[in-house]
C-alpha cells in the first residue's frame, strides 16, 4: 500500500522559462528590424545626394547574427567618406571648418521608439508562452 | 530662460581655460571656423537637444543637450589635437558648469571622436580629436 503526493505542475512552465530568451529574441526580431530599416530610410532622407550618390547608397542594413537570444541589427554607412559628413570636415579651398550633419548620432531618438515599442509588446509574448505552457 | 545660456556655459568653460587657449589657439568656434583660422581650433556644435516635459507646467523637468567638441589641427600627427582634446576632457568632463536660469545636472563625454581626414590630392591631413559631451539642465 503506498500514497504518492505529486505536484507537476511547475514543470511545463519551468521548460517555458529556460527557453524564455528565445521567445523574447524570436517575439521582438521584427519589430528591431523594422526599427532598423526606419531608421535606416530617415538617414538616408537626412543625406544630402552628392556628385556620385555613393554617400546616401552606402547606408545599409545588416542583421549581426553573434549571440543567441540576441536580436541586432547594424545601420551602418560603407561610404569611405561617411564620418566626414557626420562630424565635419576642413573644406580645401577655404581651409575652413564644415559642420557635421550627426545623421547616426541622432540615433537616439529611434532607439527610444523601439525599446518604448518593445516594452509594450514583450510582456504579451511571454504571457502567451506561459499560457501556452 | 533661453536654451542658448546652455551654449554659452560651454563655451564660456573652454574660453576661459588658459592652458586650452594655449593648446588651441584658434579659438573657440560655433560648428564653422573662420576661413584661415590659425590651427589647432575648437569646435562645438549641438548634435541633439532634448526637452524632457511634465504634467504640471509647461517648462521642461529638465533639458539635455548634445554636443560635439572636438579640436581640429591641420597635421600629419594626432599629438596637438589630441593634447587639445585631453584638456577639453579635464575641463567638461564631471564639470558643474555655471548656466544662467538653470541648475546643473551633469556634464561629461558620453563617447570618443577621433579620426584623421585626408586631401587625396594634395595628401595634406587635418586630425580630429574630442568626443560627443551629454549636458542637462534643471530650469529655475
Known amino acids: 500500500m503506498s500514497a504518492s503526493l505529486k505536484f507537476d505542475g511547475l514543470k511545463e512552465l519551468m521548460a517555458t522559462l529556460k527557453v524564455s530568451g528565445k521567445i523574447a529574441a524570436d517575439g521582438v526580431r521584427s519589430t528591431v528590424r523594422q526599427s532598423a530599416y526606419a531608421f535606416a530610410e530617415q538617414a538616408k532622407s537626412d543625406t544630402k545626394i552628392g556628385k556620385t550618390g555613393n554617400l546616401r547608397r552606402g547606408i545599409k542594413v545588416r542583421e549581426d547574427v553573434g549571440a543567441s537570444n540576441v536580436v541586432s541589427f547594424d545601420v551602418r554607412n560603407t561610404a569611405p567618406h561617411a564620418h566626414l559628413y557626420e562630424y565635419g570636415f576642413m573644406h580645401k579651398n577655404g581651409n575652413r571648418h564644415i559642420p557635421g550633419n550627426f545623421v547616426f548620432s541622432k540615433a537616439g531618438g529611434a532607439r527610444q521608439r523601439m525599446n518604448d515599442r518593445i516594452e509594450q509588446i514583450l510582456p504579451e509574448i511571454l504571457q502567451a508562452a506561459v499560457d501556452k505552457s | ?140
Open chain 2, 1 to 140: 530662460m533661453s536654451s542658448a545660456a546652455i551654449d554659452a556655459a560651454i563655451f564660456t568653460a573652454l574660453t576661459n581655460d588658459a592652458t586650452l587657449t594655449t593648446l588651441a589657439p584658434g579659438g573657440v568656434f560655433r560648428g564653422t571656423s573662420p576661413q584661415g583660422a590659425l590651427q589647432p581650433f575648437v569646435i562645438v556644435e549641438v548634435v541633439d537637444h532634448l526637452d524632457e516635459p511634465q504634467m504640471s507646467t509647461s517648462t521642461p523637468a529638465f533639458e539635455s543637450v548634445r554636443y560635439m567638441i572636438k579640436a581640429v589641427d591641420g597635421a600629419t600627427s594626432m599629438v596637438a589635437a589630441s593634447s587639445a582634446a585631453d584638456r577639453i576632457y579635464a575641463i567638461l568632463n564631471g564639470a558643474t558648469l555655471s548656466v544662467s536660469g538653470y541648475d546643473a545636472m551633469l556634464c561629461v563625454r558620453e563617447e570618443r571622436v577621433a579620426y584623421t581626414e585626408v586631401d587625396d590630392a594634395s595628401d595634406h591631413r587635418f586630425q580630429h580629436n574630442g568626443g560627443m559631451y551629454r549636458v542637462m539642465v534643471d530650469p529655475q
